[in-house]
């Protein structure tokens, strides 16, 4: 360790540069802080993307129109699930894929908010995508700050309180003063090591470390490595150890989702800070051979049904469930009628799917009517950015204002959670 | 570095007359245009002449400097090496660049790359990307491969829609990236529009006269030519999915070599006249019954297609906030030497533009330019299914780009466990010893010339070869590193002095495969 450095002054780069005094005390395992991660409730999103099918995920069987509009492209009522809510039948039934969630949503666990979106939506994935990234009304110009930047700049100090897995930097963690701590479910998290000369990476690394501390450099591209790299060098050690001792029965599915759902429950699971983790699966985009009960969508909602299955099965194994509340999010929907290829093309409103035990269960908002599948796509009734507002308040408790500056206060037009 | 010699320094001053006279002249100018503004003349001079600089496609008109001919190596090179910037140094820009946009690829590379296939016609998903990869590593000149590279994120078709049948059509699509990168563009356009993995990708294959698919035709605008949202309607992406109707896809089973024998079943993408909508369509006002090709040419002839080229490029070799102007003038360079590559790239690496200040800065490699970079630069190739995985942990595997918008850009490669994941490969690259051993690849590029043998010119040469700009403090650690050898002393290491012996093959396969890490990993190495 380099001798000049004190606590307070390495603290500094590890929060960005300025250091605040409000932090929690940073007793005990080491260089970042305490990893005691307390009692704080955490939210998990995860992001279909490429536009996940709503209609044929939750099919409005009650509405004939839906089966005249996608002549090719429907789920029958003998091949769906119709999950109970108490003695009601929820009004959509469950794509058969999606057995798991099904069995939650009648354990009172999930909630499908309706006709989720946008004002003016576009159907361009990436610009859609965009918005949600950037969770703002009005974008600004110039550079783009995202809302999960947003977010753990006004309350996120330690860089590991947000998790983003598999992702790479997406627009949603971009422009704040933080490193975001972006991990992969590919890779072990470690040093390089000669495995021949495991000594000499080790003195390596240690000058390393202490070389990247006394770095200064001005604002630039050098400087951003460098960043990254101090806040690499100074973690991984500690994360390593922290995730070796993660112990668990759940057996998670082997795909990529299962296993980057598995590497988050490591994290939360063996005591990090995290708030949020931030994981996503791409594929969604069936413009050809979309399948119905069994095909391309189907494989995609069965890998998400029981990977997220895994991933709850083993919060509530180790005493976390209480605490999580998980969002699936989609940039849109697709259009209410087939396309020829057996597919459907971009669309506009979608359902937010919301897991957890504080959830109000049920199919909440606005129910499907005819007049939405006359359209071209579902209209859209409720925004995401109060979406992501009341999870922020409600779940996280943290003060939605310095995220969402546009959402009108304890703006709750529909309250999901209990 | 070397000592400036005669030649350049006599070549530097005259760069500095012709410049006085530039300034001479424009000063009289400036002072015959309105002699009331006294000394507000050379001042305002002063201020818009960079930004003039670096918006301006005029030749820059003198040699390069050392600076920027390493700049103009770094940007359109993966990994700079001793010898291309020798090449650079005896040929002047202008014959270097003939080289660099018409080489012929050598044969003995794609003979050893195409070995890597065992049958090309049911390849294996990491056999096609082992085949770029092979020559990315290997070919004397790689710009045709950054610039391939370039146009595969541009139309970033991934194999992972391809199945056991149809795997082979991204072998095609990858040679046809190569084979025009350097041509035309319109006609690179054309061939990709009916490119098999494309119409597979975009589900063109699917897309017929009575049922069309949009969305080849939707990213053909949005991604590929005009940008989002710039310049046509959902109207006619319509229109334009019928004009790119016609194709399908026919399974046949065919005899099979090999291990599998007996018949498999091979795809293939064929045009059927009967699925091709051959009515008429409008598009940008003008009504026809056009077809791929025409809907190509259209697109080029009414909107601002080269401007949409022009800033990509301008992004990827030049800068991350390309100015207006420059886009502007890039863009009319595309229609002005008639969509060919190389008069326009050529344009572009003599320009003011390329070498102003602003274009100098430095932007971030991404995971490719790192990792073919530094096998290129120290010579250390490990298996190439070793490359082939890094790149799949860092995000940027060939044939596998993450959505048809290709990879990302920039800072957002950075992440704490990504910077980590450079240094396991670079260490992998240099301790691959046995495997190096047996392919003959040694540590030659490594060692300073003769002359500059000492631990400190040892250093010197390697931060050249990497083009690294450490702290003092950091080089002098690395001198330090190879004199001394590592005791473990309770829980720490010890130090003891140990000269560094050339004789010693131990000294070279330790200390100086174990530096060579250490080096790749400063932040310097992580930009371009």
């Not at chain 1, 005493?319 to 971009?346: I, K, P, Q």
């Not at chain 2, 631990?455 to 003092?472: A, F």
């Amino acid at each position: 360790m380099n001798p000049g450095m004190d606590r307070r002054a390495f603290l500094g780069w590890a929060l960005g540069g300025s250091l605040s005094l409000s932090l929690r005390p940073l007793a005990g395992l080491g260089s970042l802080g305490s990893l005691s991660g307390g009692d704080s409730n955490f939210l998990v999103i995860l992001n279909l993307a490429g536009g996940n099918d709503g209609l044929n995920s939750f099919p409005p069987l009650h509405l004939p129109l839906y089966r005249e509009r996608r002549p090719r492209v429907h789920l029958g009522p003998e091949e769906c699930l119709a999950p109970k809510l108490g003695t009601k039948p929820a009004p959509r039934r469950f794509h058969p894929s999606l057995a798991q969630l099904a069995r939650r949503f009648e354990a009172g666990q999930m909630a499908i908010l309706q006709k989720v979106g946008y004002p003016k939506p576009n159907l361009s994935h990436f610009v859609s995508e965009d918005i949600w990234s950037l969770g703002l009304r009005h974008a600004p110009k110039g550079k783009k700050k995202g809302w999960i930047a947003r977010l753990m700049d006004a309350h996120l100090p330690d860089p590991r309180m947000v998790l983003g897995i598999g992702t790479g930097q997406k627009l949603d963690f971009q422009g704040g003063r933080q490193v975001p701590f972006l991990v992969s479910s590919k890779t072990e998290i470690g040093v390089p090591t000669d495995t021949l000369h495991p000594l000499v990476s080790r003195y390596i690394f240690e000058h390393q470390k202490a070389d990247l501390q006394r770095l200064r450099l001005p604002p630039g591209a050098l400087s951003e490595v460098a960043k990254v790299q101090k806040l690499a060098f100074a973690s991984v050690e500690e994360t390593r150890k922290q995730l070796a001792r993660y112990v668990s029965n759940v057996v998670y599915p082997k795909s990529r989702l299962g296993q980057d759902l598995r590497l988050a429950a490591r994290f939360l699971c063996t005591g990090f800070p995290t708030r949020l983790v931030y994981t996503q699966l791409g594929g969604f985009d069936h413009h050809r051979d979309q399948g119905r009960h069994q095909g391309r969508q189907a494989d995609l909602l069965r890998d998400v049904d029981q990977s997220l299955h895994a991933f709850l099965r083993d919060l509530e194994a180790h005493g976390l469930l209480d605490r999580a509340l998980v969002l699936v999010v989609s940039e849109f929907g697709r259009r209410n009628y087939d396309n020829g290829s057996l597919g459907t093309d971009h669309g506009e409103g979608n359902d937010l799917w919301v897991l957890g035990k504080s959830v109000r269960p049920g199919f909440l908002g606005p129910d499907l009517e005819t007049k939405d599948l006359q359209g071209e796509n579902l209209p859209y009734a409720l925004d995401f950015r109060r979406v992501y507002a009341q999870a922020l308040q409600r779940h996280l408790h943290l003060d939605p204002k310095p995220v969402f500056p546009e959402e009108p206060e304890a703006a709750l037009d529909l309250p999901f959670l209990r | 570095m070397s000592p400036g010699n005669g030649r350049r320094t006599l070549s530097e001053s005259g760069v500095m007359r012709m410049r006085s006279y530039w300034a001479t002249g424009l000063l009289i100018l400036l002072a015959a245009c309105g002699g009331d503004k006294g000394d507000a003349g050379p001042h305002k001079d002063a201020a818009q002449a960079p930004s003039l600089r670096e918006s301006s496609l005029a030749p820059i008109g003198r040699p390069l400097r050392m600076a920027e001919k390493r700049h103009f190596l770094r940007r359109t090179h993966w990994g700079v090496t001793p010898e291309d910037l020798a090449e650079l140094d005896k040929l002047g820009l202008d014959a270097y660049l003939d080289w660099m946009l018409s080489a012929k690829a050598p044969q003995g590379i794609e003979d050893r790359a195409a070995r890597l296939i065992v049958d090309p016609r049911w390849p294996r998903p990491e056999e096609l990307s082992a085949y770029w990869l092979a020559w990315m590593v290997r070919t004397p000149n790689p710009f045709r491969e950054v610039l391939a590279f370039f146009w595969h994120d541009h139309f970033a078709v991934s194999q992972v829609v391809l199945g056991e049948r149809n795997r082979h059509y991204m072998l095609e699509h990858v040679r046809l990236l190569r084979r025009e990168a350097l041509g035309n563009v319109k006609k690179l356009f054309k061939a990709v529009a009916r490119d098999p993995a494309m119409l597979v990708f975009l589900d063109g294959i699917r897309s017929t006269k009575d049922a069309p698919n949009e969305n080849f035709a939707r990213e053909f605008w949005e991604l590929f030519s005009l940008g989002v949202d710039r310049g046509y309607t959902q109207k006619e992406i319509e229109e334009a999915a019928r004009a790119f109707t016609g194709y399908k896809e026919v399974v046949e089973e065919v005899e099979a070599k090999g291990a599998k024998g007996g018949r498999r079943a091979l795809a293939r993408v064929v045009y059927d006249p009967a699925l091709h909508d051959g009515g008429l369509k409008e598009i940008f006002g003008k009504k026809a019954a056009f077809d791929s090709d025409g809907v190509v040419e259209l697109t080029f002839a009414e909107r601002d297609v080269g401007s949409f080229l022009a800033a990509k490029l301008l992004r990827r070799f030049v800068r991350s906030d390309p100015p207006q102007a420059l886009v502007k003038a890039l863009g009319r360079a595309f229609v002005e030497e008639g969509w060919e590559m190389r008069p326009v790239l050529r344009r572009l690496f003599r320009s003011e533009a390329f070498y102003s200040e602003a274009a100098q800065r430095p932007l971030l490699k991404s995971p490719i330019e790192y990792a073919v970079g530094f096998v290129r630069s120290t010579g250390l190739e490990p298996p190439l299914l070793v490359l082939d995985g890094a790149l799949e942990v860092l995000g940027e595997r060939p044939t596998f780009p993450p959505s048809v918008k290709g990879w990302p850009r920039g800072r957002a490669w950075l992440s704490p466990q990504a910077v980590l994941e450079r240094g396991k490969f670079v260490n992998a690259c240099a301790t691959a010893r046995a495997s190096q051993r047996d392919r003959g690849i040694g540590v030659t590029n490594l060692l300073p010339s003769r002359r500059a043998r000492s631990v400190p010119g040892i250093v010197d040469h390697l931060i050249e070869l990497l083009e690294l700009s450490p702290q003092p403090a950091v080089r002098a650690e690395w001198v330090h590193f190879l004199s001394v050898s590592l005791q473990p002393k309770g829980v720490g290491i010890q130090e003891t002095p140990d000269p560094f012996d050339w004789a010693d093959p131990r000294h070279l396969d330790e200390r100086l495969r174990n530096l060579v890490v250490w080096m790749a990993q400063d932040p310097s190495y992580f930009i371009k």
